[in-house]
């Protein structure tokens, strides 16, 4: 008897399996099986069916260092690991200051004594929102002209002379650092910037998220909040028209520190510790509109009482994707030295902050060595300092908001005491994603 042929699985039903397979990686070693797997993998419907239906992994952290990959055992280490070189450099968008112009004044340091360069200071939809530094940012400097790029920089007690830095100071760059493809954003008009005839206090880039049909080059917007000594304005760059607009809100500048922000259904909201604010300020990206929303009412007020309390403006309250017609937040308490998080809903119809749940932290931790950094993709980020360890190595951890589970995602060098602002990085391998740019 002859052997029957082997038997051809359809495409379609292909389609169908690999789109069961948990993670990226899984994918990824299908398709190094055989060329059928692969072509049916590399399809860009697939692609499109695969990234529609799972979250892109998490690999790590940016901050103005460079890039900090998921480490073992975190589920994401294999991928991270390998796209980590890809992920940490900048270096294919060009410069727009030269080393050789780069002037440091006497008792200023350096960042970190590789001089000016790009930067991260958003990261959205894969893609990377760059500024250009040049100077430590919180120093005092005067007499000498620089090009700034960072909130940090534009304080009152900065001054650059001969003038105040304004907002056409400032270079952005937005890349796809795992495509390397980039777009320089021109600075905003000399002319524009300089309308609000008011004191920069300051200029906080970010990405909007994407409202692209998932095309080649899907369209982003960066806004610029500025926040003067009296106004608030938004300067707006949408890369479907490549031209700056401005934008003044009614709303007065009433933060005191505007950096801490988490995206949730379309809009930005601002956080603070609950000692410093009675309210959050809320950013629509679609309509450029600013509001706010009540924050010391039902159970926000029973944490502000709760007893032996220790406050700490690294410790902002978190907002976080919640079921639908509601906003969830995440508020990081420490009594006793102990910290949990405070997990609250505000129904959209109601005024009344409800407690829907207490999560108790890793217990290694103590005193002011924990602090919360954003959320994203549906995960809360928060780090900390064991005891015992020196203040230099920092462990960073996310929480799975719907499942309350903690994993750790690496351990990072940094000063606790003047942390970096780090931002999650979430992104599919070059296999299973399209060119951001």
């Given at each position: 008897?002859?052997?029957?042929?082997?038997?051809?699985?359809?495409?379609?039903?292909?389609?169908?399996?690999?789109?069961?397979?948990?993670?990226?990686?899984?994918?990824?070693?299908?398709?190094?099986?055989?060329?059928?797997?692969?072509?049916?993998?590399?399809?860009?419907?697939?692609?499109?069916?695969?990234?529609?239906?799972?979250?892109?992994?998490?690999?790590?952290?940016?901050?103005?260092?460079?890039?900090?990959?998921?480490?073992?055992?975190?589920?994401?280490?294999?991928?991270?690991?390998?796209?980590?070189?890809?992920?940490?450099?900048?270096?294919?968008?060009?410069?727009?200051?030269?080393?050789?112009?780069?002037?440091?004044?006497?008792?200023?340091?350096?960042?970190?004594?590789?001089?000016?360069?790009?930067?991260?200071?958003?990261?959205?939809?894969?893609?990377?929102?760059?500024?250009?530094?040049?100077?430590?940012?919180?120093?005092?400097?005067?007499?000498?002209?620089?090009?700034?790029?960072?909130?940090?920089?534009?304080?009152?007690?900065?001054?650059?002379?001969?003038?105040?830095?304004?907002?056409?100071?400032?270079?952005?760059?937005?890349?796809?650092?795992?495509?390397?493809?980039?777009?320089?954003?021109?600075?905003?008009?000399?002319?524009?910037?300089?309308?609000?005839?008011?004191?920069?206090?300051?200029?906080?880039?970010?990405?909007?998220?994407?409202?692209?049909?998932?095309?080649?080059?899907?369209?982003?917007?960066?806004?610029?909040?500025?926040?003067?000594?009296?106004?608030?304005?938004?300067?707006?760059?949408?890369?479907?028209?490549?031209?700056?607009?401005?934008?003044?809100?009614?709303?007065?500048?009433?933060?005191?520190?505007?950096?801490?922000?988490?995206?949730?259904?379309?809009?930005?909201?601002?956080?603070?510790?609950?000692?410093?604010?009675?309210?959050?300020?809320?950013?629509?990206?679609?309509?450029?509109?600013?509001?706010?929303?009540?924050?010391?009412?039902?159970?926000?007020?029973?944490?502000?009482?709760?007893?032996?309390?220790?406050?700490?403006?690294?410790?902002?309250?978190?907002?976080?994707?919640?079921?639908?017609?509601?906003?969830?937040?995440?508020s990081l308490v420490c009594q006793q030295g102990a910290f949990a998080l405070y997990h609250t809903s505000l129904q959209n119809n109601s005024q009344e902050w409800k407690l829907e749940k207490i999560i108790?932290?890793?217990?290694?931790?103590?005193?002011?060595?924990?602090?919360?950094?954003?959320?994203?993709?549906?995960?809360?980020?928060?780090?900390?300092?064991?005891?015992?360890?020196?203040?230099?190595?920092?462990?960073?951890?996310?929480?799975?908001?719907?499942?309350?589970?903690?994993?750790?995602?690496?351990?990072?060098?940094?000063?606790?005491?003047?942390?970096?602002?780090?931002?999650?990085?979430?992104?599919?391998?070059?296999?299973?994603?399209?060119?951001?740019?």
């Amino acid at each position: 008897m002859s052997t029957p042929p082997p038997t051809t699985i359809p495409d379609e039903l292909l389609e169908e399996i690999f789109l069961r397979l948990p993670t990226p990686d899984a994918v990824a070693r299908a398709s190094a099986a055989c060329t059928s797997f692969r072509r049916v993998i590399k399809a860009r419907a697939f692609r499109r069916r695969f990234r529609a239906l799972h979250r892109p992994p998490l690999l790590g952290f940016m901050d103005a260092v460079g890039f900090h990959p998921a480490q073992a055992p975190h589920p994401s280490a294999p991928l991270a690991g390998a796209l980590a070189p890809r992920a940490a450099d900048f270096s294919f968008v060009p410069a727009v200051v030269s080393s050789a112009s780069y002037f440091v004044p006497r008792g200023v340091q350096e960042d970190d004594g590789e001089g000016p360069r790009w930067r991260p200071c958003d990261v959205r939809d894969g893609r990377v929102l760059l500024d250009w530094r040049s100077l430590r940012p919180g120093l005092e400097v005067s007499g000498v002209s620089t090009l700034m790029g960072s909130r940090e920089l534009v304080r009152r007690k900065l001054c650059v002379r001969p003038k105040w830095c304004n907002a056409a100071d400032f270079h952005l760059a937005v890349c796809d650092p795992l495509s390397s493809r980039y777009v320089l954003l021109p600075t905003i008009p000399q002319d524009l910037a300089a309308q609000p005839q008011d004191l920069l206090w300051e200029f906080l880039p970010v990405l909007a998220p994407c409202t692209g049909d998932d095309s080649d080059e899907e369209p982003f917007k960066v806004i610029c909040i500025a926040r003067y000594r009296t106004k608030l304005v938004l300067f707006v760059f949408p890369s479907t028209t490549r031209q700056w607009s401005m934008v003044e809100s009614p709303i007065s500048p009433s933060l005191y520190d505007m950096s801490c922000f988490d995206y949730v259904r379309g809009s930005f909201y601002w956080t603070e510790p609950y000692d410093l604010s009675d309210h959050l300020m809320v950013l629509d990206t679609r309509t450029l509109k600013f509001s706010t929303v009540g924050l010391l009412t039902g159970y926000h007020m029973e944490i502000r009482g709760l007893p032996g309390q220790s406050f700490d403006d690294l410790r902002p309250n978190a907002v976080v994707m919640g079921r639908e017609g509601t906003l969830e937040m995440f508020s990081l308490v420490c009594q006793q030295g102990a910290f949990a998080l405070y997990h609250t809903s505000l129904q959209n119809n109601s005024q009344e902050w409800k407690l829907e749940k207490i999560i108790q932290l890793p217990g290694q931790y103590h005193d002011y060595s924990i602090s919360t950094v954003g959320a994203a993709e549906g995960f809360l980020f928060f780090r900390g300092a064991p005891d015992g360890i020196p203040i230099e190595n920092v462990d960073c951890y996310s929480l799975e908001v719907k499942a309350y589970e903690i994993t750790k995602v690496c351990t990072k060098r940094e000063n606790t005491y003047n942390p970096r602002r780090a931002l999650p990085y979430f992104s599919f391998p070059p296999l299973l994603s399209e060119p951001t740019i």
